[in-house]
C-alpha cells in the first residue's frame, strides 16, 4: 500500500520557535508539496518540489522553507513560528508526469501559542 | 497563474437525491483537473480526474465529473447521495507537465437521511 507519512499528527510549539515538520514518500515520486488547510481557504500550496535539491515557492512562501536532500523526504521548516502560522499541514507527492492523482499524508495540526 | 473556484461553501442534499458540487478553473495551457475527498479526521483522497479524451469521466464510490472547457468548468456529480458521502470536496487542478497542483477552497457536502 502506497504511503505518505507525516512525523508527526499534532504538534503544539512556543512563538519563536524554529519548527521541522517531515514527511516521507515510498513510491518513488519526483513531486512532493506542502499545503496548509484553513477552515473556508480550502488548501493552499507553500512550497513544491519537483527534483531532489529543487524547490518552488507556492502561493504563500513567507514565513517557511523547505529542504529535499533525498528524493523520499521534504521537509517543511518554520524559521520562527506565529500564532498565524498555527493550521493543519498536509504533505503530498505525484508522479513527474502531471496526469496521476496525489497521494496525502495524515496531515499534522500545529498550535503554535 | 492557476486558479480553482468552488462557489458554495455547503451544499445541502437528501439522501437518494441528485448531488452536485460545482468547480470551475483558471489556467494558461491544457488542464489536467482532479477531485479528491477528505472525510472527518481523515487526509485527502482521490476520486477522479481529466487528463484528455471523454468529457465523462468516472470516478470512485459512484462518482462522475463532466469537463467542460468553453465554460472552464468539472463539476462533480453523483445520481444517488448516501449519507456516507458527506465530507469535504476538493477540485484541483494542475496545467499538463507544470508539476503546480492548486486547490480550490472546498465544498462542505451534508447528506441528510
Known amino acids: 500500500d502506497v504511503k505518505v507519512t507525516q512525523s508527526s499528527r499534532y504538534l503544539v510549539k512556543r512563538t519563536g520557535e524554529k519548527v521541522f515538520l517531515e514527511c516521507v514518500q515510498d513510491m518513488d515520486h519526483e513531486n512532493m508539496f506542502w499545503y496548509r488547510q484553513d477552515p473556508g481557504l480550502g488548501l493552499r500550496l507553500i512550497y513544491f518540489?519537483?527534483?531532489?535539491?529543487?524547490?518552488e515557492k507556492g502561493d504563500i512562501p513567507e514565513g517557511y522553507s523547505v529542504s529535499r536532500e533525498k528524493k523520499e523526504r521534504f521537509s517543511l521548516i518554520l524559521e520562527s513560528a506565529s500564532t498565524n502560522q498555527t493550521s493543519m499541514y498536509l504533505c503530498?507527492?505525484?508522479?513527474?508526469?502531471?496526469?496521476?492523482?496525489?497521494?496525502f499524508g495524515q496531515g499534522t495540526r500545529l498550535t503554535v501559542v | 497563474a492557476q486558479s480553482v473556484a468552488q462557489p458554495e461553501d455547503q451544499v445541502n442534499v437528501a439522501e437518494g437525491n441528485p448531488l452536485t458540487v460545482k468547480c470551475t478553473y483558471s489556467v494558461s495551457g491544457n488542464p489536467y483537473l482532479f477531485w479528491y475527498v477528505q472525510y472527518p479526521n481523515r487526509g485527502l483522497q482521490f476520486l477522479l480526474k481529466?487528463?484528455?479524451?471523454?468529457?465523462l469521466v468516472k470516478g470512485s464510490y459512484g462518482f462522475e465529473a463532466e469537463f467542460n472547457k468553453s465554460q472552464t468548468s468539472f463539476h462533480l456529480k453523483k445520481p444517488s447521495a448516501l449519507v456516507s458521502d458527506s465530507a469535504l470536496y476538493f477540485c484541483?487542478?494542475?496545467?499538463?507537465?507544470?508539476?503546480?497542483?492548486?486547490f480550490g477552497g472546498g465544498t462542505r457536502v451534508l447528506v441528510k437521511p
Open positions: 484541483a487542478v494542475e496545467v499538463a507537465a507544470g508539476n503546480k497542483l492548486t
Open positions: 518540489s519537483y527534483d531532489v535539491k529543487m524547490k
Open positions: 503530498a507527492s505525484s508522479t513527474r508526469a502531471g496526469n496521476t492523482e496525489a497521494f
Open positions: 481529466y487528463i484528455t479524451g471523454d468529457n
